[in-house]
C-alpha cells in the first residue's frame, strides 16, 4: 500500500501546492491509523550509483531532541522501508514537539554506504526526506545478540564483540512493537560511548514481560552501524547456566587452588560450584561467561563440576570429568643462583620465587641463616627476603617450602660480601706550591 501510495506521490509531486494536497490525502488512506497522525515524515532511499538498497540490507535508526534514550527502527509499527520510500510518524515518539531536533541514521549493509539526516520536526503534517547514502568508514551490522535470562530480574545479552566498537543497547516490550529505549545510558546520551566489552546484563526486568533487545556499534568518531537483529527473553523463564571449562584443571587433593571457570548465562549478583559435589569457596562471578574460586579439597581421580545461580536456583549440566584431583606431590625449594661480589652496605635480596608445586598448591616460605655472621632478613616467610651486609664474610641460606601438607627437600644459597675497592673522592683543579702538602680523602672497606 505504501508502494501505491508513494508512486503516485512521484506523479503529484510536481503540481505545486494542489499536488501536496492530492498527496496528504493519499498519504492519510494508504498508512495505517497510528501513521496519519501529524508528523508523518517519508522520502525515497538511494545508493550512491542512485539505485535503491534492496528490502533486507537497508536499517534506519531514528531519534529526537539529540539523544538516543528513545529509538526507533524500520521494523517498528508505523515504520518501514519498501525498495524505495522510507518512512515514520514523529508522533510515534513520547517526546514529539514540533521545531525539536531529529536524527535518522541509514545503512546500507551490503556496500556500507550511509547517511545521517539532521533536521527539525516540522509543523507540516506530512514532511519529505529524500536520502542519497554515501561511503563512510563505519562498522559492520553487530552479530551474535544473545538473550539469556539468568533470573527474574537478570537477563544476560551477549554479541561478537568487533575491535574499535562500543555498543549501545536497547529494549522494548515484545508485545508492543513501539520505540526502544537505551538501557546502558538510560538518559541517552551521545557523547556516551556505550558498552566496551561483548555483554550487558539488563539489571531492571520486572521478571515478568517479555522483552525484545536490540544494539548499534559506534565508531570512537560517533559514526553508528545498522542496528543487530531484534532478539527475545521472557523474563519470567530463567534458564540454567552452562560449564565448558575450568583452568588450570588438575590439582592436588588437598585443594586451596584458585581456578577459572568458563561457560556462559552465570549471574553477577551471585553463583555457587562444586567439584565433585564439594563447595568451592571465594566464588567471584567475573561476568555471565566468567568466574573464579578456590577448589576444595577432593578424592584423587576426575571430579564433576556445577555452577548453580544464586538467583534463580537452577543448575547447570555437570561437566563430567571437568577437573582431575591427583595425589598430593612434594614441593620443591629453590633458593636461588649464588650472589658473588656483593660490597659492604648493599641491600641483597634472596630469590625464592623459583619454588615450585606440582599440584599448584600455593607454597610457604622458610628461609633460615646457616653460616656467616647473623644478619637480620626482612621477613623469613616471603619469597624475597632482605638484608644488608655491613662486613665482609661469606653468608648462606637454606630454603624450605610446604604446600600445607608436605615439605620440601631444602635448598641453599651464597651470599659472598667482598671489600670495597679505595674510593678517591673528588678533588677539583688546584694550585699548590711545589713542595706543599697535598691532603685528599680516600675510602674504603
Not at 334 to 344: C, F, I, P, R, S
Not at 347 to 373: E, I, K, R
Request: charged letters at 10%; proline letters at 6%.
Amino acid at each position: 500500500m505504501l508502494t501505491m501510495m508513494a508512486q503516485r506521490y512521484s506523479r503529484y509531486r510536481r503540481m505545486g501546492w494542489i499536488g501536496w494536497g492530492v498527496v496528504a490525502l493519499l498519504v492519510a488512506v494508504a498508512l495505517p491509523g497510528n501513521a496519519r497522525a501529524q508528523g508523518s515524515i517519508f522520502g525515497t532511499v538511494q545508493n550512491a550509483n542512485l539505485t535503491n538498497p534492496a528490502v533486507g540490507t537497508l536499517f534506519w535508526v531514528g531519534f529526537l531532541d539529540n539523544t538516543d534514550e528513545e529509538i526507533r527502527i524500520e521494523s517498528n509499527t508505523g515504520a518501514g522501508y519498501d525498495g524505495t520510500f522510507w518512512f515514520d510518524d514523529f508522533q510515534n515518539y513520547s517526546t514529539e514537539v514540533a521545531g525539536n531536533p531529529y536524527d535518522y541514521i541509514f545503512t546500507n549493509t551490503v556496500n556500507g554506504q550511509y547517511f545521517r539526516l539532521e533536521k527539525f520536526i516540522p509543523n507540516n503534517s506530512f514532511q519529505e526526506e529524500d536520502v542519497i547514502l554515501a561511503a563512510v568508514a563505519g562498522l559492520p551490522r553487530p552479530t551474535g545478540l544473545t538473550a539469556r535470562v539468568a533470573s527474574l530480574a537478570r537477563i544476560n545479552l551477549s554479541w561478537n564483540f568487533q575491535a574499535g566498537a562500543t555498543y549501545h543497547v536497547y529494549r522494548r516490550a515484545t508485545a508492543n512493537n513501539s520505540a526502544f529505549r537505551r538501557l546502558d545510558d538510560p538518559a541517552g546520551n551521545l557523547a556516551s560511548i556505550g558498552v566496551p566489552d561483548s555483554f550487558f546484563v539488563d539489571a531492571t526486568s520486572d521478571g515478568a514481560s517479555d522483552y525484545t533487545y536490540v544494539i548499534i556499534s559506534q565508531t570512537a568518531g560517533g559514526i553508528f552501524s545498522a542496528h543487530s537483529v531484534e532478539v527475545s527473553a521472557l523474563a519470567s523463564a530463567p534458564i540454567a547456566p552452562s560449564v565448558s571449562s575450568v583452568t588450570p584443571d588438575s590439582a592436588g587433593t588437598s585443594g586451596g587452588v584458585p581456578v577459572t571457570v568458563r561457560g556462559a548465562n552465570f549471574d553477577v549478583a551471585g553463583a555457587s560450584i562444586t567439584f565433585g559435589g564439594n563447595a568451592a569457596s571465594n566464588v567471584v562471578v567475573v561476568s555471565p561467561f566468567v568466574l573464579t574460586c578456590t577448589i576444595p579439597p577432593g578424592v584423587a581421580g576426575f571430579a564433576s563440576v556445577v555452577v548453580t545461580n544464586t538467583g534463580s536456583g537452577l543448575a547447570s549440566a555437570p561437566l563430567v570429568n571437568g577437573f582431575h584431583y591427583v595425589i598430593n606431590g612434594a614441593p620443591t625449594a629453590n633458593a636461588g643462583t649464588d650472589v658473588v661480589g656483593v660490597t659492604v652496605g648493599s641491600l641483597v635480596v634472596l630469590d625464592g620465587t623459583g619454588s615450585s608445586d606440582p599440584d599448584l598448591n600455593p607454597l610457604h616460605f622458610h628461609w633460615l641463616q646457616v653460616a656467616g655472621p647473623a644478619v637480620t632478613l626482612s621477613d623469613s616467610t616471603i619469597a624475597s627476603p632482605t638484608f644488608t651486609p655491613f662486613v665482609i664474610a661469606t653468608f648462606r641460606f637454606r630454603l624450605l617450602v610446604d604446600d600445607g601438607q608436605l615439605l620440601s627437600q631444602p635448598d641453599t644459597v651464597m651470599v659472598q660480601v667482598v671489600n670495597q675497592p679505595p674510593v678517591l673522592a673528588p678533588i677539583g683543579t688546584l694550585s699548590i706550591t711545589e713542595g706543599a702538602l697535598l691532603s685528599v680523602l680516600i675510602t674504603a672497606s
